[in-house]
């Protein structure tokens, strides 16, 4: 299946490793464009180098308000346009309720939040028909995970905002998507998972409850959040997508 990615133009925050990588690879396996970016300049730039001449690695953190017009600038100069942005961040600071103090909170909804708003926004100021957005969220839009109260309070919000943008966008011809991975072996699933005290049992745990009996693939991701950006979903907008083998039980 041909996804329409040639020559398009993707920025994807926070793709130096996990599971914004994990997309960049595949959009630049496709024959698309990536802006790529990262807080640390030596790992932007090893990344971009391993996804080849047409990736572009762009130091950045997404809780800069210079950053989202940094990169959409970065796109039309060297690539001449601009298709659509995923937004991915590392996730917050895990803990309960009475755990995670005001400045993890802080630290968190600047990052999570409030920079994920201003990049889209940026974004849709840019892009014309055809464009998309797209959103790294969590299973805990639907369900609250134990253990990471931070995550629950803002993914949620995060997704009734992309769900407002896309009733705004959709007249001109921009999608809005939302990606919401659960058990994916990444290090930060792999750090979690290791809080336990024993990160094996907490694995083995949590996969006989997922009905796929196994945690995916940043790859399988990178598939699913590629397709979403792709030409080849054009009539999906305001959805929030599960990756996550079945682990969530409602419809």
């Not at 990049?119 to 839009?141: H, K, M, N, P, Y």
């Amino acid at each position: 299946m041909d996804l329409g990615l040639k020559d398009r133009v993707y920025i994807v925050t926070g793709a130096t490793r996990g599971l914004g990588n994990a997309t960049a690879r595949e959009l630049a396996a496709d024959g698309a464009k990536v802006i790529i970016t990262g807080r640390d300049a030596k790992s932007v730039e090893e990344a971009a180098a391993e996804l080849g001449p047409d990736a572009v690695g762009v130091a950045a953190d997404n809780a800069d308000p210079s950053a989202a017009q940094r990169l959409v600038d970065t796109a039309r100069e060297r690539f001449g346009r601009l298709d659509g942005i995923l937004v991915s961040v590392g996730g917050p600071a895990p803990g309960f309720v009475a755990d995670n103090t005001d400045d993890q909170w802080q630290t968190a909804f600047e990052t999570v939040f409030l920079g994920a708003v201003r990049l889209a926004r940026t974004a849709a100021a840019a892009l014309g028909e055809g464009g998309v957005i797209g959103f790294v969220l969590s299973g805990s839009v639907h369900e609250p995970i134990a253990g990471l109260t931070i995550s629950n309070g803002l993914r949620p919000g995060l997704a009734g905002f992309a769900k407002s943008l896309s009733d705004e966008l959709g007249p001109r011809g921009i999608r809005v998507v939302g990606v919401l991975p659960a058990r994916i072996d990444t290090d930060r699933v792999r750090e979690l998972d290791a809080l336990s005290g024993d990160a094996d049992a907490a694995r083995t745990a949590n996969e006989a409850r997922i009905p796929l009996r196994r945690y995916g693939t940043p790859e399988e991701f990178g598939k699913t959040a590629a397709f979403l950006l792709s030409p080849a979903a054009s009539y999906l907008t305001g959805i929030m997508v599960p990756v996550d083998g079945g682990a969530r039980h409602g419809f």
